[in-house]
């Protein structure tokens, strides 16, 4: 644990002692929630149809792939014509984008970063390197399959895979939702217990909340 | 370069002379005069940049051999100070205070292949990994692959092919290609 997160005293400006215990303090300690569709079939097409076509997406390069994003943010490619931005912090973002092979050391950032995101939120794995570790098969600080850590909706093969393949991804992800299975929210709250359980497997230095949002 | 060679000789016991190109050469010295030769060749031979310090794990020979590259601007030359320490309990005198920027590859030297630095700053402080929990990951006793079939969960189905072989399979698959 670091000692910035330990329990202790702090003094104010003023002379004043107070107690500072910053994982209870900063974090809210409840686990996620599953969150069931509360209207009736209609409108939950419409709201389903109505986030398909808003995909924003966190502007965080995990790997190498995040090189793929800036032709497609640039007048080329143009991914905003699809309705698909990019936004700097992830409480405005509900599309994460694993761009490429992940370390212990990123994928702990990168949990903190969707556990921050709001719900209804998916998750693209990019390139081989988050299906099956690519070819850093045999490296010893990343991981190899995205899916024991996070909920992905979809993968996109590749390494690495072009901006016209990205483009094709984000549709079929768009299929995916307005048909009402871009459930990896809901499935990460499910089955909360078994991703920790991954999670904190390889991230050997965990000091953090079990959930941050 | 040869100039350089007669110059130093003169003054400090060199060990090989091993000269790569007219501007790049590697000398071999012992441990204790290497901090004399760092400084002279700092102050008063114009190396005045510290380019890498990296290490060799000579893993067969029970040692760490500590390269010390160094660049002169005006003469547009390199030069490589090479030492050999032992690998058990590997421990080397820290330079951060004749380039401070030594400090920074010590720290890695200290975590990647357990080099001690005592004395450097910060050398403890964990650099890129974290959390790491085994032999350091540079050294060559230590197996990548196990580590990561340990560690890691692994997507069954993975296969590896020769990329000449398929390709002529696939393209040729009758076996008449043109080579």
């Known amino acids: 644990m670091k000692e910035e997160l330990e329990k202790r005293i702090v003094r104010t400006p003023d002379g004043q002692e107070i107690e500072v215990e910053p994982l209870r303090d900063y974090y809210c300690e409840a686990g996620p929630t599953v969150q069931t569709p509360e209207y009736t079939g209609i409108i939950e097409k419409f709201f389903n149809w109505a986030r398909a076509e808003s995909l924003w997406i966190l502007g965080f390069g995990t790997g190498c792939g995040a090189i793929e994003m800036r032709p497609l943010m640039t007048p080329r490619f143009d991914a905003y014509r699809y309705g698909i931005q990019w936004r700097p912090t992830p409480r405005q973002a509900n599309l994460f984008v694993i761009s490429g092979y992940l370390s212990v050391k990123t994928l702990k950032r990168v949990i903190r970063s969707y556990e921050q995101m709001q719900n209804p939120k998916y998750v693209v794995g990019l390139g081989s390197c988050t299906i099956n570790g690519g070819m850093y098969w045999d490296s010893y600080n990343t991981i190899k399959r995205l899916d024991q850590y996070l909920p992905v909706d979809l993968y996109i093969a590749g390494c690495m895979p072009r901006p016209e393949a990205l483009l094709q991804g984000f549709e079929d992800l768009k299929k995916i939702i307005r048909a009402g299975e871009g459930e990896g929210a809901n499935h990460y709250a499910e089955n909360f217990e078994w991703y920790k359980a991954n999670q904190k497997a390889v991230i050997h230095d965990w000091d953090m909340p079990d959930y941050n949002w | ?179």
């Open chain 2, 1 to 179: 370069m040869q100039q350089l060679q007669d110059r130093l000789w003169q003054s400090f016991p060199l060990g090989e002379w091993d000269e790569r190109r007219e501007n790049l050469a590697f000398v071999t010295v012992r441990r204790d005069i290497l901090r004399s030769l760092l400084q002279h060749l700092r102050d008063r031979e114009g190396f005045t940049h510290l380019v890498i310090l990296t290490a060799v794990d000579w893993l067969e020979e029970g040692e760490f051999q500590l390269t010390y590259l160094l660049h002169n601007r005006d003469k547009a030359m390199d030069l490589g100070v090479r030492i050999r320490i032992p690998r058990e309990g590997a421990s080397m005198e820290s330079i951060h205070d004749l380039w401070p920027t030594a400090a920074t590859y010590q720290r890695e030297l200290r975590e990647m292949f357990g080099i001690d630095f005592p004395e450097s700053p910060g050398v403890n402080e964990e650099f890129i990994l974290e959390g790491w929990n085994d032999i350091p990951p540079y050294r060559r006793d230590f197996d990548t692959l196990k580590y990561a079939e340990e560690n890691y969960v692994h997507r069954p189905g993975r296969e590896t092919r020769d990329p000449a072989e398929y390709m002529k399979q696939q393209l040729y698959p009758d076996g008449k290609g043109n080579s």
